[in-house]
């Protein structure tokens, strides 16, 4: 069992909403920053504040490319 467990726990976690998920999108863009140590890493309600900041920028530039929306903000 325990061998189990090691091997579960090195396995690669699917990420969810993936196939939705265009590549090169602000949403597939938002999706791998938080499987990232720099979301990981900090407390609780720091992950929180930045996933609210994130999920509303999402909302209304999710489905566009990263490219387009660099240059729109910039």
């Given at each position: 069992?325990?061998?189990y467990h090691a091997a579960?726990?090195?396995a690669?976690?699917?990420q969810?909403?993936?196939s939705r998920t265009k590549p090169g999108t602000v949403s597939a863009a938002i999706a791998a920053y938080y499987i990232s140590v720099q979301y990981l890493n900090p407390a609780d309600s720091t992950r929180a504040v930045r996933r609210n900041i994130l999920e509303r920028f999402?909302?209304?530039h999710g489905?566009?490319?990263i490219s387009t929306?660099?240059?729109?903000?910039t």
């Open positions: 069992m325990a061998d579960e726990a090195d690669p976690r699917p969810l909403g993936a999402r909302a209304e489905d566009k490319r929306t660099v240059a729109v903000l």
